[in-house]
Structures are given as structure tokens and as C-alpha cells.
């Protein structure tokens, strides 16, 4: 007969061997895997890198450090500016600026790759078309020893307004045309190359040159007490009177001589008007 109690011993009896303390320290060392791997698991533990950068580029040699969040930041690096001649230092190490677009951008996510994406860009390649059509700003001065070409040059372009101005031309047709013409009809020509007299110029050089130089040859001639006469007539413009002041003098080379000395307006055509305003002008050569 066989005892019961006898069966039931501290170690239990399987077909595959006896349940000892091996396995329940392997149950032990499974459930502390476990609670590690959970342990893992929750965020904000694990190191973050961004698969974009390159932590190591020993070609450039650009530095970098770790942000709080484990990403890499990517400085700018000096060696860049020789590759691409249009971008520079921005105001921080992680930025750079574009010329072209006087615009900065970070590079410390992408580093090199951030530069080659803003090529790609519309706003950049537009800027670059704009600058490449444009002249640069030396181009519009001359340089020291040119002094005599240039005196040369200023009366040549004086002359033709003056031509133009007496003959009643028009400065879009005569100036801003007809000077694109002397650069092609006489291209030997050191002053035909740097004749540029356009409605702009032109204006000026009436309005600053030639208008006060007629007015002291005019006056010069008046002090000589010669017989002289002034006239003035109104001229509608909208709903200003526009009024010349004319003098008629007699003069010893030239004989008798019609000039305009200047315009005013008002909005009267009263005789007393006029004649004050008149008076005024006069008073202001005077001066």
C-alpha cells in the first residue's frame, strides 16, 4: 500500500524533471526583462538622431553638439563659403545668409543639405536671374586720370541739349533716342562711347546749366542801359494761367534780341495781378 503523504513532497516530480529553483529563476529573470523593457519604452528616455546629419563630417569640419532633446546641431563652417560663393556668416552659428536673397536660414538640422534645398527655391533662383541682368554699381564711375575725357564728354552732351533745345525737340525722341546713336556711329570715339544724354539728363542740364547762364547773359546785357521791353501774355493750363516774362533788348553783336526769362502762374488774369506778379519777377533777377 502506498502512502500518500509520502507522494506529496517539497519538490514536485514532472515528466521533464523535477520544478526546482532553476525555473522559477528564469520566471524571475523574464519578468525583470519585462519591466525593463516598459521602462524603456516610456518617452523621453531614449536618445533621439536624426537620420539627415551626419554627426561625423570630417570632410568639412563642421562642428556640432547635442540639443536637450539628443538631436545633433549642425554650425556653420567656413569651408562652405568657398563652395558656395553667395552665402556668409549669419547671427548665429546655426544659420547662414544668403547674398541674394539678403535673407538667413538655419542649417543646423540639414547642415549642407539646407543650403543645397534654398538653390532649389524660387525666391533664390529669381534673385540670382535679377542679379546676374543688373549692372553692378562701379560700373556707373569713372575712374581717377579721366578728368579730360570727362570735361569733354559733359560739353559734348551740353552742346546737343542745346541744339535740341533750340530747335524745339522733344526730349524722348531727341535725347533718350537720338544719343543710344553716337556709341554706334562713331564707336572709334572716346566720348561718343560715354555719351549717355537721356529726357532725365537733359532736363538737368536745361534746368541747372543752360537756363542760369541765359539769365546772366541776359542781365548783363540790360545793365549796359540799353533800350529794353518786357511782355508777358496768359496762357491757359487747366485752370492755371500760365504767364512768360519776356524782354526784347537791343544788343551790339547780336542786335535786337527776344528772350524768355522765366514763367509764373496765377489764378487771375487781373491786370493788377499781373502786374504785381510781374514786379515780383523782376525783384527776383534783381537779386
Given amino acids: 500500500m502506498i502512502d500518500d503523504s509520502e507522494s506529496d513532497s517539497d519538490t514536485s516530480v514532472d515528466w521533464l524533471g523535477p520544478l526546482g529553483a532553476s525555473e522559477e529563476n528564469e520566471d524571475e529573470g523574464d519578468r525583470d526583462a519585462i519591466l525593463n523593457q516598459e521602462e524603456n519604452e516610456k518617452p523621453g528616455t531614449s536618445l533621439e538622431v536624426d537620420d539627415n546629419v551626419d554627426p561625423v563630417s570630417e570632410d568639412l569640419g563642421s562642428g556640432g553638439s547635442l540639443s ?13 563659403k ?8 549669419g547671427k548665429t552659428n546655426y544659420q547662414t545668409k544668403c547674398i541674394y536673397c539678403a535673407s538667413e536660414f538655419r542649417i543646423n538640422h540639414g547642415g549642407e543639405n539646407d543650403i543645397i534645398k534654398h538653390l532649389s527655391t524660387m525666391k533664390h533662383k529669381t534673385n540670382v536671374s535679377a542679379s546676374v541682368s543688373s549692372k553692378k554699381i562701379n560700373v556707373f564711375f569713372e575712374r581717377a586720370g579721366n578728368d579730360d575725357r570727362k570735361k569733354k564728354t559733359a560739353l559734348a552732351e551740353c552742346v546737343y541739349v542745346f541744339h535740341a533745345l533750340k530747335h524745339s525737340h522733344s526730349y524722348n525722341s531727341s535725347m533718350s533716342c537720338g544719343s543710344k546713336l553716337f556709341p554706334i556711329l562713331f564707336p572709334d570715339s572716346n566720348v561718343a562711347a ?6 532725365t539728363k537733359a532736363t538737368k542740364v536745361v534746368t541747372a546749366i543752360l537756363a542760369p547762364l541765359s539769365k546772366e547773359q541776359i542781365l548783363s546785357d540790360l545793365v549796359e542801359d540799353h533800350p ?7 496762357s491757359d493750363k487747366g485752370n492755371i494761367k500760365t504767364f512768360p516774362l519776356i524782354v526784347r533788348n537791343f544788343n551790339k553783336s547780336s542786335g535786337v534780341c527776344t528772350k524768355l526769362i522765366r514763367f509764373f502762374n496765377l489764378e487771375s488774369k487781373k491786370s493788377v495781378d499781373v502786374a504785381n506778379a510781374l514786379v515780383a519777377a523782376l525783384s527776383e533777377l534783381e537779386d
Wanted: proline share 0%; net charge positive.
Fill in 68 to 80: 536637450k532633446k539628443g538631436k545633433y546641431n549642425v554650425t556653420f563652417n567656413v569651408l562652405w
Fill in 82 to 89: 568657398k563652395k558656395y560663393t553667395f552665402i556668409t556668416e
Fill in 194 to 199: 560715354k555719351f549717355t544724354c537721356g529726357r
Fill in 228 to 234: 529794353f521791353s518786357i511782355a508777358t501774355d496768359a
